[in-house]
């Protein structure tokens, strides 16, 4: 199992900035592929980003492609998730995940509150 605990949400303007950290702790971080999702009020959690384990491969989703970036720093077990030209339809709980199984993400963090205001 790996920890993970995710910082850096926050409320926003639409058109706004914000950088959310996932920091991981209890296994080797590089050995696991790492993906954010978000669940807004009312809706299915859903996909919003991923990047492989080693060569950093990354997969968006079509809404987000283009103004969020994920990143990761496997020295320090963290991985980021830059986001850009924010919406108010980007509001939700972010949630960091770990995956060592592909296709099967079996760790979760707690979640980060993101809210953009129109």
């Known amino acids: 199992q790996v920890q993970l605990v995710e910082s850096g949400g926050g409320l926003v303007q639409a058109g706004g900035s914000l950088r959310l950290s996932c920091a991981a702790s209890g296994r080797t971080f590089s050995n696991y592929a790492m993906a954010w999702f978000r669940q807004a009020p009312g809706k299915e959690r859903e996909f919003v980003a991923r990047?492989?384990?080693?060569?950093?491969?990354?997969t968006y989703a079509d809404s987000v492609k283009g103004r969020f970036t994920i990143s990761r720093d496997n020295a320090k077990n963290t991985v980021y998730l830059q986001m850009n030209s924010l919406k108010p339809e980007d509001t939700a709980v972010y949630y960091c995940?770990?995956?060592?199984?592909?296709?099967?993400?079996?760790?979760w963090g707690q979640g980060t509150q993101v809210t953009v205001s129109s």
């Open positions: 990047i492989s384990r080693s060569i950093g491969i990354t």
């Open positions: 995940a770990a995956s060592d199984v592909p296709g099967s993400y079996n760790n």
